[in-house]
């Protein structure tokens, strides 16, 4: 049995020795990342294997001191690393850390007190020197002959180490941890910023980062914050995880080209394709699309239309070298020409068949769903109807001056200022009045007041919903509100419980994406 123990803990070195093979040499600092159980603790868990220069820090860190325990007064720092590489329990770690700071400060006091020669610097001084840089609460050295970290605050008397916050007692495990560390190990860290204030942690990691450049940093990190403030780093995705350890790395470089940064963990980490919306994650964008396909897609919120855009195309673009999910995109019609919208749909980016995600909320559908949820008669329905045409017919004039210069707009877009043929001023004046006297604004306005009109004049309710670009507080907050008190909010509601009525809306409003 032996044997076979010794075998199984010799073949698990092995692995970990060439995962450590696959993640040395890059002279970076690495952040880990992947979806949920691509085995990222996994990993973490694993490189414990090894007992020589690798200090793995765990995601549930030990915050407080467990006191006096016999069998740990004769820690030391040397047995500290020995039962963080071993996987010693957690509640023991911080205890053992700590009196193997004060045994190795109190024998550099004593070698000096008996020899005046001072060739080393205690690691708790470094430990000290750096924490109290951070936190208004200073570490305390006043018991360490009974094995007790203090803290004080002033000219305050010290105080037990547990009496300090949760943030103080993991910055100093961090701090502690790293110093303590054999030099040139690999410090490998999940969740970094677990109970630190991030105004502090990323100036805590790049302070440890320099102490300790003779290490190898991996973090394992979902935080978009930490991520965006590290300098000279490398992130790596775990491809691929086979239990117990067999891994696969992907290398991704600093950034994925064009993607914003604070997406990338969202795409990086996503096993499901990625729905690019317009907005934030507070808007309606967001909130409807995931609710409506949020169990087939990873719904990331990234501001403009032409953003929307530009992100579905990048992300196409990586996906296609590395391992990560393809993407599509939403965006609002605003308007825009058939020719447009069909030219997007060719770039994956769909457009809603609304002039905007307000107006979808305004479905038939979903209206007589929220006046039967409110014990209303759906035949109320069609008086909300009239109310509304009324509304666009009294502000006709202003939807078709919209109507009229977003196709204006489109044309200018279209327009090329050809600086080959015309090289003169005059051959560029002549270009650009051209251009301008081109865009017959008569036949445009006239074009456009005879589709709102017919719109209006046939109460084609559905067409009316993709050319209705009046204000919220006209429409979704004004109307609708009278016939049913915070109607968007309980649109919104139904639209994530009533399975049915989403299915309706996924299939009427988006085909392409329902199958």
């Known amino acids: 049995m032996n044997l076979i123990n010794t075998f199984n803990q010799l073949k698990n070195k092995l692995a970990a020795y060439k995962i450590l093979k696959h993640l040395d040499g890059h002279n970076k600092t690495l952040i880990i990342l992947g979806p949920n159980g691509s085995g990222k603790t996994s990993l973490a868990n694993h490189l414990k294997n090894l007992e020589e220069n690798v200090k793995v820090i765990p995601a549930s860190k030990p915050i407080k001191a467990i006191g006096y325990i016999s069998h740990l007064y004769d820690s030391t720092l040397l047995r500290f690393n020995d039962s963080l590489y071993g996987g010693a329990s957690d509640t023991e770690l911080l205890q053992k850390l700590i009196i193997g700071l004060c045994k190795e400060h109190d024998d550099i006091a004593r070698k000096f007190y008996d020899t005046e020669i001072k060739d080393q610097e205690s690691i708790y001084i470094k430990v000290k020197a750096i924490f109290d840089d951070f936190f208004e609460v200073k570490l305390n050295n006043s018991a360490f002959s009974e094995k007790e970290m203090k803290a004080q605050k002033g000219t305050e008397d010290p105080f ?82 086979v239990h117990p350890n067999d891994f696969e790395f992907e290398f991704l470089g600093c950034s994925l080209e064009d993607i914003q940064t604070e997406h990338i963990v969202e795409i990086i980490g996503s096993r499901k394709k990625i729905l690019f919306c317009e907005g934030t994650k507070t808007d309606y964008d967001y909130k409807v699309y995931e609710k409506l396909f949020g169990e ?135 270009n650009i009045h051209k251009i301008f006297t081109q865009i017959d604004i008569d036949k445009i306005w006239n074009t456009c007041d005879e589709k709102v009109n017919n ?61």
């Open 160 to 241: 037990d180490f547990n009496n300090m916050s949760d943030g103080e007692r993991v910055a100093f495990f961090y701090i502690a941890t790293v110093l303590a560390a054999p030099r040139q190990a690999f410090i490998i860290v999940d969740e970094p910023e677990n109970h630190l204030n991030p105004a502090i942690y990323n100036k805590i990691w790049d302070r440890l980062i320099t102490a300790r450049n003779d290490c190898q940093f991996i973090f394992i990190s979902h935080t978009i914050g930490f991520i965006r403030a590290r300098t000279n780093f490398e992130l790596v995705k775990i491809k691929s995880f």
């Open 296 to 430: 087939k897609f990873t719904v990331i919120a990234t501001g403009s239309c032409t953003s929307v855009i530009n992100s579905v195309s990048s992300c196409n673009k990586h996906a296609q070298t590395y391992s990560i999910q393809s993407a599509v995109g939403i965006i609002d019609s605003d308007l825009k020409s058939e020719e447009s919208l069909e030219n997007f749909k060719k770039q994956s980016v769909f457009s809603l068949r609304c002039n905007e995600i307000e107006m979808l909320l305004l479905d038939e559908f979903i209206f007589k769903a929220v006046l039967e949820h409110s014990f209303k008669e759906s035949q109320l329905f069609e008086q909300f109807k009239k109310e509304f045409f009324n509304k666009l017919n009294n502000r006709k004039e202003h939807i078709i001056s919209r109507l009229v210069k977003t196709q204006i707009d489109d044309k200018l877009r279209s327009s090329v200022i050809d600086d080959k043929q015309h090289k003169t001023k005059e051959g560029m004046k002549d």
């Open 455 to 515: 719109i209006i004049e046939r109460k084609n309710y559905d067409e009316a919903l993709k050319f209705c670009c009046l204000g919220h507080g006209e429409i979704i907050n004004g109307i609708a509100n009278t016939f049913a008190p915070r109607y968007s909010e309980l649109a919104l509601g139904l639209l994530g419980s009533n399975k049915g009525l989403a299915d309706n809306i996924r299939n009427k409003y988006f085909p392409e994406l329902s199958s």
